[in-house]
T-cell receptor
């Protein structure tokens, strides 16, 4: 059973398009995260939701909008895609107050903007 | 000063030897410390967590924490070619937002 899953795995699109990435976790965790890993492999937090409430909102362009319909799902919608948005986007989840915020990652979505 | 610092490597270690990976952090109030392994093209995988000063062992892996020196390390005994990966140090500062700060990672190459 996959613990944290993401779709799609690969996303190739043109500049200016709008796209969404979906994430689901079956670990029963109450907190989910979006990370961006750039070409230099630096992993940076973008957003986190705890029980559908936005907790972390880093300095991210407002073209990026996360949505959490329930605590098992976290989606990321990106408007007006730019070349610099090309990266791997990882979803992660953890149980706040549980095992000291151990976070478990999904397989990633490789976004390429042409 | 960067929040979590690691030597980017590559660190080359002969098969069977001990690989030693180091990490320093800037926030003295940090509470929890993690080591993630990331193979090329894959997602980060949690391999060790440590919360109190001293050593924590799990199989061939030992994590060491020294809060006074703000230093975390990971030792890999009997290194195998399958240990070749990037190792990410991550620190939870213990703030209410539960944000983990990642280092840029150390590339480890085990030489057969």
């Amino acid at each position: 059973d996959t613990a944290v899953s993401q779709t799609p795995k690969y996303l190739v699109t043109q500049m200016g398009n709008d796209k969404s990435i979906k994430c689901e976790q079956n670990l029963g965790h109450d907190t989910m995260y979006w990370y961006k890993q750039d070409s230099k492999k630096f992993l940076k937090i973008m957003f986190s939701y705890n029980n559908k409430e936005l907790i972390i909102n880093e300095t991210v362009p407002n073209r990026f909008s996360p949505k959490s319909p329930d605590k098992a799902h976290l989606n990321l919608h990106i408007n007006s895609l730019e070349l610099g948005d090309s990266a791997v986007y990882f979803c992660a989840s953890s149980q706040v107050g549980g095992s000291y915020n151990e976070q478990f990652f999904g397989p990633g979505t490789r976004l390429t903007v042409l | 000063q960067k929040e979590v610092e690691q030597n980017s490597g590559p660190l080359s270690v002969p098969e069977g030897a001990i690989a030693s990976l180091n990490c320093t952090y800037s926030d003295r109030g940090s509470q929890s410390f993690f080591w993630y392994r990331q193979y090329s093209g894959k997602s980060p995988e949690l391999i060790m967590s440590i919360y109190s000063n001293g050593d924590k062992e799990d199989g061939r892996f030992t994590a060491q924490l020294n809060k006074a020196s703000q230093y975390v390390s990971l030792l890999i005994r009997d290194s195998q070619p399958s240990d070749s990966a990037t190792y990410l140090c991550a620190v939870d500062r213990g703030n209410r937002d539960d944000k983990i700060i990642f280092g840029k990672g150390t590339r480890l190459h085990i030489l057969p």
